[in-house]
């Protein structure tokens, strides 16, 4: 069972992004997923979600209307989109997949400990 990451990189601010969590070992059709990313010395951050079917998402208030997630079950595939990057984005991406049924996905999507799976993270480096 392994989740990777990968598409970050380093871009200038108003710049774009486009990351990419691929699965092996398991369907991700099957789990919902969440975006985290973190830098050293804080805690892991919610940055956006996403339901089992890619109908319902949610967002921090600090990415929304910028970052847009999205997946593709049949490649068993999950992407997000960073827009009009800002320094304050920078950071490792990590892309997890929790086995939420849809009722228990409102109350646990921005929580990391409430994840199964977790993918090595991507740098992603917002700078002039």
């Known amino acids: 069972v392994q989740l990777q990451a990968f598409g970050g990189g380093l871009v200038q601010p108003g710049g774009s992004l486009s990351l990419s969590c691929a699965a092996s070992g398991f369907s991700l059709d099957e789990h919902a997923i969440g975006w985290f990313r973190q830098v050293p010395g804080k805690e892991r951050e919610f940055v956006a979600a996403i339901v089992k079917a890619g109908n319902v998402d949610y967002y921090a208030d600090s990415v929304k209307g910028r970052f847009t997630i999205s997946r593709e079950n049949a490649k068993n595939s999950v992407y997000l989109q960073l827009n009009s990057l800002k320094p304050e984005d920078t950071a490792v991406y990590y892309c997890?997949?929790?086995?939420?049924?849809?009722?228990?996905?409102?109350?646990?999507?921005?929580?990391?400990?409430?994840?199964?799976?977790w993918g090595q993270g991507t740098q992603v480096t917002v700078s002039s």
């Open positions: 997890a997949a929790g086995a939420f049924i849809r009722s228990v996905w409102f109350g646990a999507r921005a929580y990391p400990s409430k994840y199964n799976y």
